[in-house]
C-alpha cells in the first residue's frame, strides 16, 4: 500500500512558482527522505498535504484514500516549526493534541519520557529553549503511536547529542515499521536514515526512489593508459566492479562502497603488459551527488 | 461540538489575559451602571422641587419596567470588550501558529472556525445573562412597583447586539490575522467609523444611515432617559427591520469568516 500519493501537485504564491507537477508515492514502512536546499518547496509539499495549504492544481491521496480529516488524526506531523499554546504546560499543550486526536491522556507521559521531557512537564511551554520546543513536538507527533510519522526538519535547534537522539529514535520507530516522511536539508540526516528519497529543487522533483538507486554511493576508480583500448580489455577481466564507463582518454571503473583495491588493479594490468600513467580512487559523496543533481 | 468546545476550553482556562479581562468585563457591566445609577439619582435628587423634572424624565428609568431598557442600552457601550476576547482568541491561534497545527492534527477547517462561531455565540450568551441578572438587581433595589417582565424584550435585543458585535470582532480578527491591527481596526470601526459612515450617509439618503451594521443593533435599544422628550424628537427605524437587518448581517459575517478560513492559505 501506498501511504502517500501525490498527483502532479502544483503551488503557486502569486507569482512564486513553490511546486511544479510534483508525483511521487510513498511506500508503507519506508523511511522517505525529502531532499532539498533552502526554499526548494519541501515544507509546501507537506503542508499541502495536511491540508494547511491549497494546492493550485493536482490532487493527493492518504492511505489510498481521499484525505480527510481523520486521516490525518492517524499521521503523527512536526511540520516546519513547533506549534504550541506558550501559556500552557508541555502537558496540558499536549491534552489538547490528544483531544483533537480523539486519544486518552494516559499516553503523554510515555511520549514525554520519549524525547526526555518528563521533568519538564509542568513547565510552560514559553520557557522552553528551542531544543525542548522541538522534542514536545516530536512528542507531540508520537501520540496515539500513529503508523505514520511527518517529520520537517526534526533535528533543527538540537544539539549534536538531541540530533543523535532523535536519529536513533527514528530508526527505531523504523523498525518498529512506522512509516516515516522526513524532509530535511541535510544530507547526512537522510543518508543515514532514510531507504527512499526524493530531491527536490526550485519545485520541481528532481529523482525519487530507492536511497540505493538515487544516491548511488559508490567508489569511483580512474585510470588512463598510453593503450587505451588494450587498457580496457585487460580490465574488463577484472573481477568485482559494477560498471565501467569509457571517456575519450580514461576508463571509469565504478565499485560498491569499500571494496575496490587500487594495488590489485595496478598489479592485474602490469601482469597483462599495461602501465597505467594515472590511477586514482575518487569517492563519489552523498554530497557530490546531491550538487550533481541540484546543478544542472 | 461538546468535544471540540472541551478543547476550546482547555485554551482559554488557563489563559491568564482572558480570564482578567472576562472578570473586569463582568464587573464594569455592574460598574458602568452604578455609576450611571449615581449621577442620575442625584441629579434628580437635586431637582426633586421642581415638578418639571417627572415630566421630563419619564417613567423612574431604574424601576421596572423601564430598568430593561435602561441597563441593556448602558451596557451596550462596553461590547467591545468581549469583542477584544474573541479577537485575542483567533490572533492568538495566528501568532502561535496553532491553527494549523490543530488542522494538521485532525480537525477540519470548518470545526476549527465553527468553533470560534461557537465562542462569539457563548460569550454573547453570558453577556445577556449578566445584564439580565444587573437589570434585576438595579430594578429590585429600586423601588417601584415590584418586579416586572414587560420590556424584558430588550434583554433578547441586547443578545442580538452582543452577537452582532463578537462576529464583527471574529471578522476582523479572520481578516487582519495580527491582534494589534484588528483590535485596532475593530476599537475605531466600532467608536469612529462607522458613526461618521452611518452619519453621513444618513445626511444625504434620509435615514439609510440607521441600517449600518453595527447601527442597525445600537438602535434595537433607544436612548433610555428623558424618554418624553426623545420621543418627540428622534424617530427610532421600524424594530422589525432592524432585527431582519442584523440577522442579515450576521449570516453575512458567518458566512465570510467561514468561507475565508476553508479556502485560504493557513
Known amino acids: ?296 | 461540538m461538546l468535544q471540540l468546545l472541551k478543547i476550546e476550553w482547555l485554551k482559554i482556562k488557563n489563559y491568564r489575559t482572558f480570564q482578567i479581562l472576562a472578570g473586569l468585563y463582568i464587573v464594569s457591566i455592574f460598574g458602568i451602571n452604578y455609576i450611571t445609577h449615581y449621577i442620575y439619582t442625584f441629579n434628580t435628587h437635586m431637582q426633586q422641587a421642581n415638578g418639571m423634572v417627572k415630566a421630563l424624565m419619564g417613567n423612574p428609568p431604574f424601576e421596572f419596567p423601564e430598568v430593561w431598557q435602561t441597563i441593556t442600552w448602558i451596557t451596550g457601550f462596553l461590547l467591545f470588550i468581549p469583542g477584544l476576547l474573541i479577537i485575542i482568541s483567533i490572533t492568538n491561534e495566528y501568532s502561535y501558529k496553532t491553527h494549523r497545527q490543530n488542522v494538521i492534527n485532525g480537525l477540519t477547517r470548518s470545526q476549527f472556525i465553527l468553533v470560534k462561531m461557537a465562542l462569539v455565540v457563548i460569550i454573547a450568551l453570558a453577556s445577556t445573562l449578566f445584564v439580565f441578572i444587573t437589570a434585576l438587581i438595579f430594578g429590585l433595589t429600586s423601588g417601584g412597583s415590584g418586579i416586572s417582565f414587560t420590556n424584558i424584550d430588550y434583554v433578547a435585543d441586547f443578545f442580538i447586539q452582543a452577537l452582532s458585535y463578537g462576529s464583527v470582532a471574529l471578522l476582523f480578527g479572520v481578516l487582519f490575522k495580527r491582534s494589534g491591527v484588528a483590535i485596532g481596526v475593530f476599537f475605531l470601526f466600532v467608536t469612529v467609523i462607522e458613526r461618521m459612515l452611518s452619519s453621513i450617509t444618513n445626511h444625504y439618503f434620509d435615514g439609510a444611515g440607521d441600517y449600518f451594521p453595527l447601527r442597525t443593533n445600537a438602535d434595537l435599544i433607544p436612548f433610555p432617559f428623558f424618554r418624553p422628550i426623545v420621543g418627540h424628537l428622534v424617530k427610532n427605524p421600524d424594530t422589525l427591520y432592524l432585527l431582519i437587518c442584523s440577522g442579515v448581517y450576521l449570516v453575512i459575517y458567518f458566512f465570510i469568516i467561514k468561507r475565508k478560513f476553508e479556502t485560504d492559505d493557513l
Open chain 1, 1 to 296: 500500500m501506498n501511504i502517500l500519493t501525490l498527483n502532479s501537485i502544483t503551488k503557486f504564491y502569486g507569482q512564486i512558482h513553490a511546486l511544479n507537477n510534483v508525483s511521487l508515492k510513498v511506500p508503507e514502512g519506508s523511511v522517505f527522505g525529502i531532499l532539498g536546499p533552502n526554499g526548494s518547496g519541501k515544507t509546501t509539499m507537506l503542508g499541502i498535504v495536511m491540508d494547511i495549504l491549497r494546492p493550485t492544481s493536482g490532487t493527493f491521496q492518504l492511505f489510498e484514500k481521499e484525505p480527510s480529516a481523520n486521516s490525518r488524526k492517524q499521521i503523527g506531523t512536526l511540520l516546519e516549526t513547533p506549534n504550541f499554546y506558550p501559556y500552557l504546560s508541555a502537558e496540558k499543550n499536549l491534552r489538547i493534541t490528544a483531544e483533537i486526536k480523539g486519544k486518552g491522556f494516559d499516553e503523554i507521559d510515555d511520549v514525554l519520557q520519549k524525547v526526555d521531557l518528563l521533568k519538564r512537564k509542568t513547565s510552560k511551554f514559553s520557557a522552553f529553549s528551542l531544543g525542548m520546543k522541538q522534542r514536545l513536538a516530536i512528542a507531540a507527533a508520537l501520540l496515539g503511536n500513529p503508523e505514520v510519522l511527518v517529520f520537517d526538519e526534526p533535528t533543527n535547534g538540537l544539539d549534536p547529542v538531541g540530533i543523535a537522539e532523535i536519529r536513533e529514535l527514528i530508526k527505531l520507530l523504523a523498525i518498529e515499521g512506522k512509516t516515516i516522511i522526513m524532509a530535511s536539508h541535510i544530507l547526512d540526516e537522510v543518508e543515514k536514515v532514510c531507504t527512499h528519497v526524493a530531491i527536490l529543487k526550485n519545485g520541481n522533483l528532481i529523482t525519487a526512489g530507492s536511497v540505493d538507486e538515487v544516491l548511488v554511493n559508490e567508489d569511483i576508480i580512474e585510470v588512463y593508459a598510453t593503450d587505451i583500448n588494450k587498457l580496457l580489455e585487460v580490465i574488463r577481466s577484472l573481477n568485482g566492479y559494477s560498471n565501467i564507463k569509457t571517456t575519450t582518454n580514461s576508463i571509469q571503473l565504478w565499485y560498491p562502497n569499500g571494496i575496490a583495491n587500487l594495488e590489485d588493479i595496478n598489479r592485474h594490468c602490469f601482469n597483462n603488459g599495461i602501465v597505467l600513467n594515472h590511477l586514482q580512487l575518487k569517492k563519489k559523496s552523498l554530497e557530490s551527488r546531491f550538487l550533481e543533481l541540484t546543478n544542472n
